[in-house]
């Protein structure tokens, strides 16, 4: 079975630039989640779809972030401007569903790097 | 609100030594628990996971947890480190309810001395 694809796996950009991430999430996984990871830091929420409806986006910034997951499958993460302390990676996951005991199956990760 | 405490960003061991990672959690309700592990430039990969049926969890790579909801933990073991396990390991908890959000430990990295 083939896992969470995402790229690209790298981006650098300069600061006010915009950027967007692909993720594929594995077949069938009606939950797709965008987390951000700050070097150092634990992975943090911005964004969960079910299906292709947002059901929690209270940590993106939406004045320069924003996602779309059209049909219900793949989905893009987009950034416009980028700042200096979004330097981060970002990581895809998906779930069959979104009951808090469903396991997250997590996609390597975008590495950003902004100057 | 919920939140993950992870005791130690760095722990080293001897090959062959126990292996200790602590996690102490906050949750108002009965929490789902998680570790994963994230080998370098890779995405994280589930050990093991607590949804309230045995107390002891047994997860891949020789690994176990337990969950104490005396102590609000939940200590990742493992009996003999190996080299392969040198890694970032997180803790995470979920509310549970109908979304499935993950909140993270800021990790423990694990280095493994031969």
């Known amino acids: 079975e083939a896992g969470v694809a995402q790229s690209p796996r790298y981006k650098i950009i300069e600061k006010r630039q915009s950027v967007a991430f692909w993720c594929n999430p594995i077949?069938?996984?009606?939950?797709l989640y965008w987390y951000q990871q700050i070097l150092g830091q634990g992975p943090k929420l911005l964004i969960q779809?079910?299906?292709?409806?947002?059901?929690?986006d209270s940590q993106l910034p939406k004045d320069r972030f924003s996602a779309e997951r059209l049909k219900g499958v793949d989905s893009t993460l987009k950034i416009q401007p980028a700042k200096l302390e979004d330097s981060a990676v970002y990581l895809c996951?998906?779930?069959?569903?979104?009951?808090?005991?469903?396991?997250?199956?997590f996609g390597p990760g975008t590495r950003l790097l902004v100057l | 609100a919920q939140s993950v405490t992870q005791l130690g960003s760095h722990v080293s061991v001897s090959e062959g030594a126990l292996v200790l990672l602590r996690c102490n959690y906050s949750?108002?309700?009965?929490?789902?628990l998680f570790w994963y592990v994230q080998y370098p430039n890779q995405g994280l990969q589930l050990l093991l996971k607590?949804?309230?049926?045995?107390?002891l969890v047994k997860g891949i790579n020789g690994f176990e947890a337990e969950f104490k909801k005396s102590e609000t933990s939940f200590h990742l073991t493992k009996p003999s480190a190996h080299m392969s396990d040198a890694a970032e390991y997180f803790c995470a908890v979920s509310p549970g309810g109908g979304y499935n959000k993950l909140i993270f430990g800021a990790g423990t990295r694990l280095a493994v001395h031969p």
């Open positions: 077949s069938g996984h009606a939950t």
């Open positions: 996951a998906s779930s069959l569903g979104p009951g808090g005991e469903e396991t997250q199956y």
């Open positions: 949750s108002s309700v009965p929490p789902y």
């Open positions: 779809f079910q299906n292709n409806g947002v059901v929690d």
């Open positions: 607590y949804t309230s049926a045995a107390t």
